[in-house]
């Protein structure tokens, strides 16, 4: 299994970053690149937001030359409130399997943000199986780059 943690410290308040993260429509692919959704299903909650329910079939490309599809299920979810981080737990499923998570919490600094996503995923197919056992820091390496296009990504949006 992996566990991958990737920090994102977007220049932007709690009260822009979250609603973005937790858009029902499920608009990450317009600011992730290499990021795309085959299918999504939205359950909104009373607050407009993406309620448990909520799905994704998704389709990432690795800087590796491999494409993994999978598929991230809202099960519960917290907004932020209060000086509270917001909270999602997220099923995965399909080319890798587990948890993701994701805390979304004000800082120090005035207007900023911090999000942590931790990925707790084993790898499905019996080639990434292998690969993850042979030599799991290029893998490890290839989700950091796609994590970073994440936080590029919405950054941009997010200055928009």
């Known amino acids: 299994m992996f566990a991958l943690e990737s920090v994102w410290r977007p220049a932007a308040p709690v009260a822009q970053v979250w609603p973005l993260l937790a858009d029902p429509r499920f608009t990450w692919p317009d600011w992730w690149p290499g990021l795309t959704a085959a299918a999504t299903h939205s359950v909104v909650g009373p607050d407009g937001l993406a309620a448990p329910g909520t799905w994704a079939h998704l389709r990432v490309r690795s800087p590796l030359g491999y494409a993994l599809r999978f598929r991230l299920d809202l ?34 600094t005035p207007g900023a943000t911090e999000v942590t996503l931790l990925w707790q995923v084993s790898p499905v197919p019996v080639w990434f199986r292998a690969a993850a056992r042979i030599s799991p ?15 590029r990504g919405l950054a941009a949006r997010l200055a928009t």
Do not use: F, I, Q, W
């Open 75 to 108: 099960v519960r979810t917290t907004a932020p409130s209060d000086g509270e981080p917001g909270r999602a737990g997220l099923d995965v499923s399909g080319d890798l399997s587990g948890r993701a998570d994701v805390t979304v919490s004000a800082t120090a």
């Open 137 to 151: 820091g290029p893998l490890a390496r290839a989700h950091a780059h796609v994590m970073r296009a994440g936080e």
